[in-house]
């Protein structure tokens, strides 16, 4: 027997995913263990682990939850400048920056933009290496 509920009403996009990934982490699915019937993962998750790689049951769904919300924070900073922003600003005044030795600080930051950027959410501006926030 199935039981559905519906919990909430009048969601975004990102935030029914970011519920639909919570009740998945917390309550696990029918395949790893847990109680929920879900065949399809959250977008951007995937079903395939590397061997030799153990993958403990709802990580992947707090790195999606952790995803939006830097995605979230990097959109807000955008659109709070119109003259748009730079990797180096949002991983400056965000937090992102990385201590590692290597040579790539900003990793993080660059890959929300260009995530942003392919969702059609943040563009290229035209005058150097600011990214824009685009009208929704």
Same mark, same amino acid.
């Given at each position: 027997?199935?039981?559905?509920?519906?919990?909430?009403?009048?969601?975004? &996009?990102? &935030? /029914?995913?970011?519920?639909? @990934?919570?009740?998945?982490?917390?309550? !696990?699915?029918?395949?790893?263990? !847990?109680?929920?019937?879900?065949?399809?993962?959250?977008?951007?998750? #995937?079903?395939?682990?590397?061997?030799?790689?153990?993958?403990? #049951?709802?990580?992947?769904?707090? @790195?999606?939850?952790? $995803?939006?919300?830097?995605?979230?924070?990097? %959109?807000?900073?955008?659109? @709070?400048?119109?003259?748009?922003?730079?990797?180096?600003?949002?991983?400056?005044?965000?937090? %992102? =920056?990385? +201590?590692? !030795?290597?040579?790539?600080?900003?990793? %993080?930051?660059?890959?929300?933009?260009?995530? %942003?950027?392919?969702? !059609?959410? $943040?563009? =290229?501006?035209?005058?150097?290496?600011? +990214?824009?926030? =685009? /009208?929704?």
């Amino acid at each position: 027997m199935v039981l559905e509920c519906r919990l909430v009403d009048g969601l975004s &996009e990102s &935030e /029914a995913i970011r519920i639909e @990934a919570e009740l998945i982490s917390a309550f !696990g699915t029918l395949e790893t263990g !847990g109680i929920l019937t879900n065949k399809v993962l959250p977008s951007g998750l #995937s079903t395939k682990v590397r061997r030799r790689v153990t993958l403990p #049951s709802g990580v992947k769904e707090k @790195a999606q939850i952790g $995803l939006a919300l830097l995605k979230e924070a990097v %959109l807000e900073l955008a659109k @709070a400048n119109p003259e748009g922003i730079t990797n180096a600003d949002a991983a400056s005044v965000l937090g %992102l =920056r990385s +201590h590692y !030795g290597g040579g790539s600080k900003d990793s %993080l930051s660059y890959s929300v933009i260009g995530l %942003l950027m392919g969702e !059609g959410k $943040l563009e =290229r501006s035209k005058k150097g290496k600011r +990214h824009l926030a =685009r /009208a929704e």
